[in-house]
C-alpha cells in the first residue's frame, strides 16, 4: 500500500478536499455539488481500469482558454482571491482529464495546496477550519507518497517496466511514524510561531488580502418596513459571541438570563412607507472620533464624565462577519469605553448611543464597557407631547391607560408615571396581540401599525415594537425603536452567548428621565419562543457542543489578537510603534557606539552560535555515548518484534528460575542447565527454543498461531518458574 | 538482523564505497516553496487574518521538517554498487546497489541513484529505493543498455531525496569505482554467411595425424578382444591372415581467420562510423565460427588473436574488440597460413586468398539476419547514421567511403569517437 496506488487514492483525496473546502469557504453550493464529482469521475476514468484519457493537446487547449478568461477577470475587475480560486479550480477540472506523468500529478497538488491557502483568504469559519484540518494532513501525506511514486517513475520511465523499488521491512509503520511525526513537528512549530508572532504588525499597507467572510448576511437591519410581505429567517448562521462580566472579571451571564444588544437605534418613522429609520437629526452628524488603531490593542473613552462608583459592565463581542464599509458595534448599553485590536474608524452618536465603525470587514472583536443606570448624555427632557399616527390609535392608548387608572395627558401625568404607563402598554400588546414569522403585507393605502393593532392582530417584533412605540408617542411618553439582537442561547462550558442570526430583533426604549432610555420589549416572549422553536435534547446538546467548538475557535485561533497573546505570555502588547523605536534606538546605539559597537555585537553574536552548536554537539556526543539502547535496538517507529519479545520474556523467566543465561552462551545450551518441576515445563521450554531458533537462524518467523502457543507455553514456564525442583531426576530440557 | 543483512554487511565491510560528499540543493519546487511562504506570510502580517498566520505557521514548519527529515535520513545511508564486469552494446545490464540505513532511528524513503558518469545517449535509469528501515538492508536493481563499446568507468554514486514534501533535494555521493567492459552489439548473422566447418567438398580437409574418434582414416592394427565387429578391415585381414581393425584419426578443426580491415586512426582522430559496425560484425562472424565448429583467429590494425577455441577464446575476442581504438597504422599482411579453410574479410579492400568471404560492414541488410530485434538493428542504424547526422551530410559519407577504398590512408574525423 506504499506504491503508486496509494498515491493515486491519497492525491484523489487531497484534490477534492482542496475543491471542497474552497466551495465551503466561498459558499458556492454549485462548485461543491459540481466541481468534486467531475473530479472523482476524470480521475476514476483516467487512473482507473479503463484509463481513458483525454489528448495532452485538448487539455492544454482548455487550460489555455482558461487561462485567457483568467486574464480578461483580471482586467476587468482586477485580481481577486475568488478568480484565482476558481480558475485554480478550472485548471484542475481539465488536468484530472489527461494522462498524468508524476510532472502532472505535482502540479495537481500543487495547485490544491494554492486552492487551500485561497480559502483561507476567502474564510475562517469553523466548517472550512474542520475541512482544512483534513486538507493540510492529506496534503502532506500525498507530498510524501509523491516522492516514492516518483522515484518509482523514475526507475521505471522508459525502462523493461519490470523495474521495482528496493523497499524495506515495516514500511508501513515506518511511513506512518515519519507522517506522524512530520505533522506534529509542523504543527508545534506553526502555533509557535501562531503565539509568538506579534499582531497588527501591518496595517493593511498592501491592501486587503481577500475578504473573510465579507458580505455574509447578518440578519440585521438599521431600517425596518413595516409594509413588506415575506417571512423572517430562521438562518441558524451564528452572527456573534458575547461574554458579560463586570469589572471584577465576574460572569453575568447565563440563569436563564437575557441580553438585548442594541444596533441600530431609530425615531423616525414615515407612516406612508410604513418604515422606521434614525433621527435625521443625528444622521447627518455623527460624531466622528477618527479613532484609528494602528496596530496593536488599544482602548478609548467614548463617554466621559462617568461617575467612579458607577456600576459597570463589560461586554466581550466578537462580529464573526462584518461587511466592509461601515457596520454597527452592538453593545448591551450606551458604550462608555471600548477596546479593540483591529483597524478601525468609529462613528458615535450621542442621542441614540451608539456606535459604529468602518472597517475592512471580517471578524471583528471588541469589548466594550457600559454603565447601566448612567443618562446617555445630560440635557433637557425630550418633548412630552402626543405624536399620534392616528385618532384611533390614541384613543386605544388613552383607552389602556384609562382602564389602568393612569392619566394619559403628558401635561397632566408625572413624570414618573412614564415607565409604568408605557410598561403597561407592552403588557396590553403581549397579552392581546399574537405573534407570527409570517409576514403579510398590509392592503394597500393602509397604515401598517394601524393594520397590525386593529385587523390583523398579529404579527412579528417590528410590528410589536412599533406599535408600542406609536401607542407611546399617542400619550405623549418618549419612545423609538431599536434594533439589534436578543442574545439568549447561553454556552455554560465557555460562558458565552451564541447569537444567531434567527436572533435577530427589535423592541422599544422608552426614556423615563431625561436621557435615560429603559428597554421595553412588547413582543410575547412565549410566543416568540414557540415560533423560534430551540431543539431540545440530544440534539440541543449537540448544537451547544457545535456552538463551544465553533466560540473556542472563534476566540481562540480566528479571533487571538494582540491582547490574547500578551494575556498569554504575560507580555506587554507590542505595538508597531514600540518596533519601530526599538529600531531607532539600536541605529542610535550604532551610531553612538561605532565600530567597536559593531563589533562586540558581531562577537556576542560568534560565541552564542559556537555555545549553540558546541551544545548541539555535547548533546550528539551524549547521544552517542548513551545510544538509547532500547530504540536503537528497534528503531523509533518500528514495531517490537514479537520474536525478540519472546526471548527478552524467556531469559527474564529463566533468570528467575536461577538459571540466568550468560550473553555468549548459546540459548539450547543455556537451556539444557536448566531443570523444571514437570515434564510440562521442560517441553514448553524446548518448544520455545525451537522456535526462538527457528526465527533466529532458519529465518521462518513464526505465525500468529504459532506466537500463540508460545506465550501459552511461556505462561507455563512463569508459573513454573518459582516452583522448586522436586529431585535430581526432574525433567530438563535434552538439547 | 537477518542472515541475509549480515551477509550484506560482510559484502560491504570488504569494498564499501566511501562518501565524498553531502550536499543540499537549490531545488526549483523548494523555491517555489519558499516564495509562496514569503507571500503568505506578508499576507498574514499585511491583515489580521490568524488563519493565513496559521498556514503561514505551517510552512516554515513544513520547511523545517523537510530539512530535518530528508537530512537525517540520508545522513546514514551507505551505497555500495555490484557492477558486472562484462556488457553487450544493445543488451541490458543489471546493476545492483546495496542500500545500507545505518541510521538507528530515521527510516529513508524514496531515494533515487544515480551514477555521477553515464555514457552519452545509453539507456541508463535510476534506481529507486521506495523505503529503507533504521539498521536495514535493502538491495536496489536498474538496467542500464550501453550504446557504445569500450570500457567504462562508474566511479561515483549520487544519491538523492526529496524526501519528505519535495521541497529540499539532499544527495550524498559515493565513490566507488568499478569498471565495466562493454563488448560489441551481438549481431545475429544471416544463415550460410559463414559456411559449415565440415561443408560438402572438404571432405579429408580436417584430417589430423593423431588417433581419435573421427571419421577418417588413420591406419590398422590387430584386432583385440572388445573390438567392435564393424571397424575389422576385412579385406585386410584376408590380406594379412589375421584379424586387424581400422583407427580412425583424430578430427582436426577446421580454421577461420577473421581479419578486420578498418582505416587509419589515432587518439585525436576517431573511426567512421562504419567502424563500430564493422568490429560488431567481427564479434559476430567470430560468434558464429565458434557455434559452427571453427578455429577462429582474429586480425585487426595492433591486434593478433592466434588460433583457438573455446568459450574462452571467444571472450578474448570479444575484449579485445571492446578495447579496440583507433591507430595510426594499418593492419599490416594478412597472415593466411594458418587458415586452412576460411578467411572472413571484414573491410574494403577486396579479399587476398582463395575461399575468403569479404562482408561490407555499410550494407548490413547482406550479411545481417531477420532474426535480428528491432533496438539492435536501430543501434546498427545510428552508428552507421551518426556520421551523417554529426556531419550533417549523407553524400560526404558516401565520397569517404569511395575515397577511403581507393586511398586507406586518409580518415575523416569525426566528432563522435568509436569509444564508449
Request: aromatic share 6%; hydrophobic share 45%; charged share 20%.
Amino acid at each position: 500500500m506504499m506504491g503508486s496506488r496509494a498515491f493515486l487514492i491519497s492525491a484523489f483525496i487531497t484534490i477534492e478536499l482542496a475543491i471542497l473546502a474552497y466551495a465551503v469557504a466561498a459558499g458556492n453550493v454549485a462548485m461543491a455539488l459540481l466541481a468534486a464529482p467531475i473530479v472523482a469521475l476524470g480521475w476514476w476514468l483516467t487512473e482507473g481500469p479503463a484509463k481513458l484519457r483525454l489528448p495532452k493537446v485538448v487539455t492544454s487547449l482548455g487550460v489555455a482558454g482558461v487561462v485567457l478568461w483568467g486574464i480578461l477577470r483580471a482586467l476587468q475587475g482586477g485580481v481577486d482571491v475568488d478568480g484565482f480560486c476558481i480558475f485554480i479550480v478550472l485548471v484542475q477540472l481539465l488536468k484530472v482529464f489527461e494522462p498524468k506523468k508524476p510532472r502532472d500529478h505535482a502540479q495537481l497538488l500543487t495547485l490544491s495546496a494554492f486552492l487551500g491557502v485561497g480559502a483561507v483568504l476567502t474564510s475562517n469559519m469553523l466548517g472550512f477550519a474542520a475541512l482544512l484540518l483534513l486538507l493540510v494532513p492529506s496534503l502532506a501525506i500525498s507530498a510524501m507518497l509523491f516522492q516514492i511514486h516518483a522515484v518509482r517513475e523514475r526507475a521505471v520511465e522508459g525502462g523493461s517496466g519490470s523495474v521495482r523499488l528496493a523497499i524495506g521491512r515495516t514500511p508501513l509503520a515506518h511511513l506512518r511514524g515519519t507522517v506522524g511525526a512530520a505533522l506534529l513537528l509542523s504543527f508545534m512549530i506553526s502555533v509557535a510561531l501562531f503565539v509568538f508572532m506579534p499582531r497588527g504588525l501591518g496595517t493593511q499597507v498592501f491592501g486587503a488580502w481577500g475578504n473573510a467572510l465579507a458580505g455574509r448576511v447578518v440578519g440585521f437591519s438599521d431600517r425596518v418596513e413595516l409594509g413588506r410581505g415575506g417571512s423572517i429567517s430562521q438562518s441558524e448562521a451564528t452572527v456573534l459571541d458575547l461574554r458579560v462580566r463586570d469589572t471584577q472579571g465576574n460572569s453575568l451571564s447565563g440563569g436563564g438570563r437575557t441580553w438585548y444588544l442594541r444596533g441600530a437605534v431609530l425615531s423616525d418613522y414615515d407612516p406612508d412607507r410604513g418604515t422606521w429609520t434614525a433621527a435625521r437629526e443625528d444622521q447627518p452628524r455623527p460624531v466622528r472620533l477618527s479613532f484609528s488603531l494602528a496596530g496593536g490593542l488599544a482602548g478609548h473613552a467614548i463617554r466621559s464624565s462617568i461617575p467612579q462608583d458607577a456600576t459597570r459592565i463589560v461586554q466581550e463581542i466578537t462580529l464573526r462577519g462584518a461587511p466592509p464599509g461601515q457596520t454597527y458595534l452592538f453593545a448591551i448599553y450606551d458604550p462608555a469605553f471600548i477596546e479593540t485590536a483591529h483597524v478601525m474608524t468609529l462613528f458615535r452618536s450621542n442621542a441614540e448611543g451608539t456606535l459604529r465603525a468602518e472597517t475592512g470587514g471580517g471578524q471583528i472583536s471588541y469589548t466594550i464597557t457600559s454603565v447601566p443606570d448612567e443618562p446617555t448624555r445630560p440635557r433637557k427632557p425630550s418633548p412630552r407631547e402626543k405624536q399620534s399616527l392616528s385618532p384611533a390609535i390614541a384613543s386605544f392608548a388613552e383607552d389602556v391607560l384609562r382602564d389602568a387608572d393612569l392619566e394619559p395627558d403628558p401635561a397632566l401625568r408625572p413624570l414618573e408615571d412614564d415607565l409604568p404607563a408605557a410598561r403597561l402598554l407592552a403588557a396590553h400588546l403581549r397579552r392581546n396581540l399574537s405573534y407570527t414569522l409570517d409576514l403579510t403585507a398590509p392592503p394597500p393605502g393602509r397604515e401598517p401599525i394601524e393594520w397590525f393593532l386593529f385587523e390583523e392582530r398579529r404579527g412579528h417584533c417590528e410590528y410589536f415594537a412599533s406599535a408600542h412605540v406609536a401607542l407611546c408617542r399617542a400619550v405623549g411618553i418618549p419612545s423609538r425603536v431599536v434594533t439589534g439582537f436578543l442574545a439568549s442561547e447561553y454556552s455554560t462550558s465557555t460562558d458565552h452567548y451564541d447569537v444567531r442570526e434567527s436572533d435577530a430583533h427589535a423592541w422599544s426604549e422608552v426614556e423615563s428621565s431625561p436621557g435615560l432610555w429603559v428597554t421595553l420589549d412588547a413582543t410575547p416572549e412565549g410566543t416568540l419562543r414557540a415560533a423560534q422553536p430551540r431543539p431540545t435534547g440530544l440534539l440541543a446538546r449537540a448544537r451547544q457542543l457545535i456552538a463551544a467548538i465553533d466560540y473556542a475557535w472563534v476566540r481562540g485561533v480566528v479571533g487571538f489578537d494582540e491582547h490574547d497573546r500578551s494575556q498569554l505570555l504575560g507580555t506587554e502588547p507590542v505595538r508597531d510603534a514600540d518596533i519601530a523605536a526599538r529600531l531607532q534606538g539600536v541605529a542610535r546605539r550604532m551610531q553612538v557606539g561605532g565600530t567597536p559597537l559593531i563589533l562586540r555585537a558581531a562577537l556576542t553574536g560568534a560565541l552564542v552560535g559556537v555555545a549553540t552548536i558546541g551544545v548541539g554537539l555535547a548533546l550528539l556526543a551524549l547521544w552517542r555515548i548513551v545510544r538509547l539502547p532500547a530504540i536503537a535496538r528497534r528503531g523509533l517507529f518500528a514495531p517490537r518484534d514479537p520474536v525478540e519479545r519472546l526471548a527478552r520474556d524467556l531469559a527474564r523467566v529463566l533468570s528467575r528460575r536461577g538459571v540466568p543465561r550468560t550473553p555468549w552462551e548459546p540459548l539450547q545450551h543455556h537451556a539444557s542447565r536448566v531443570s523444571w518441576p514437570d515434564a510440562d515445563a521442560a517441553r514448553a521450554h524446548a518448544r520455545l527454543v525451537d522456535l526462538l531458533y527457528a526465527a533466529r537462524f532458519a529465518g521462518s518467523p513464526p505465525g500468529p498461531a504459532s506466537l500463540e502457543e508460545a506465550r501459552r507455553d511461556l505462561a507455563t514456564l512463569r508459573s513454573a518458574a518459582g516452583q522448586p525442583t522436586l529431585g535430581p531426576d526432574a525433567p530438563a530440557l535434552v538439547a | 538482523m537477518g542472515l541475509r543483512d549480515r551477509t550484506i554487511r560482510r559484502g560491504l565491510d570488504e569494498d564499501g564505497a566511501r562518501i565524498v560528499r553531502r550536499q543540499y540543493h537549490l531545488h526549483f519546487p523548494g523555491i517555489v516553496y519558499a516564495m509562496t511562504t514569503m507571500l503568505i506570510a506578508l499576507g498574514a502580517f499585511n491583515g489580521p487574518n490568524n488563519l493565513l498566520l496559521w498556514v503561514f505557521g505551517l510552512g516554515v514548519g513544513g520547511l523545517v521538517v523537510s530539512g530535518i527529515i530528508s537530512g537525517s535520513s540520508l545522513m546514514g545511508v551507505r551505497i555500495d554498487r555490484r557492477a558486472p564486469e562484462r556488457a553487450s552494446v544493445g543488451q541490458a545490464v543489471g546493476l545492483r546497489y546495496i542500500v545500507r540505513n545505518r541510521n538507528r532511528v530515521f527510516p529513508a524513503f524514496a531515494m533515487a541513484i544515480d551514477e555521477e558518469e553515464r555514457p552519452d545517449s545509453a539507456h541508463t535509469p535510476s534506481a529507486g529505493v521506495a523505503h529503507v528501515g533504521p539498521r536495514e538492508s535493502v538491495i536496489a536493481s536498474t538496467s542500464w543498455v550501453f550504446d557504445r563499446r569500450g570500457e567504462f568507468t562508474l566511479r561515483r554514486i549520487v544519491c538523492w531525496s526529496t524526501f519528505p514534501f519535495g521541497l529540499a533535494k539532499k544527495s550524498v555521493v559515493f565513490e566507488h569505482t568499478q569498471h565495466v567492459l562493454v563488448r560489441p552489439m551481438d549481431l545475429p548473422l544471416r544463415p550460410g554467411i559463414v559456411p559449415p566447418a565440415y561443408a560438402r567438398g572438404m571432405a579429408g580437409a580436417s584430417a589430423t595425424q593423431r588417433l581419435g574418434p573421427g571419421d577418417e582414416f588413420f591406419g590398422v592394427r590387430e584386432y583385440v578382444p572388445g573390438d567392435a565387429p564393424r571397424s575389422i578391415s576385412w579385406r585386410r585381414s584376408a590380406i594379412t591372415d589375421a584379424l586387424v581393425v581400422r583407427q580412425p584419426s583424430s578430427p582436426s578443426p577446421r580454421r577461420m581467420r577473421v581479419v578486420l580491415d578498418l582505416p587509419l586512426g589515432s587518439d585525436d582522430i576517431a573511426w567512421p562510423a562504419w567502424a563500430e559496425a564493422a568490429i560488431a560484425l567481427a564479434g559476430a562472424v567470430l560468434g558464429e565460427g565458434e557455434r559452427l565448429g571453427y578455429s577462429t583467429a582474429l586480425d585487426a590494425p595492433g591486434l593478433h588473436l592466434p588460433f583457438a577455441r573455446g568459450p574462452a577464446h571467444r571472450g578474448a575476442c570479444l575484449d579485445a574488440l571492446a578495447r579496440l581504438a583507433p591507430r595510426s597504422a594499418h593492419l599490416g599482411t594478412i597472415e593466411t597460413r594458418g587458415a586452412s579453410a576460411l578467411i572472413v574479410h571484414i573491410g574494403r579492400t577486396p579479399a587476398q586468398a582463395r575461399g575468403a568471404i569479404s562482408l561490407d560492414p555499410t550494407h548490413p541488410d547482406a550479411w545481417l539476419s531477420s532474426r535480428t530485434t528491432p533496438q539492435i538493428r536501430e543501434l546498427l542504424d545510428a552508428s552507421l547514421r551518426e556520421n551523417v547526422a554529426a556531419n550533417g551530410m549523407t553524400a560526404r559519407v558516401r565520397r569517404f567511403v569511395k575515397r577511403d577504398a581507393a586511398r586507406p590512408a586518409a580518415p575523416v574525423p569525426s566528432p563522435t569517437g568509436g569509444r564508449a
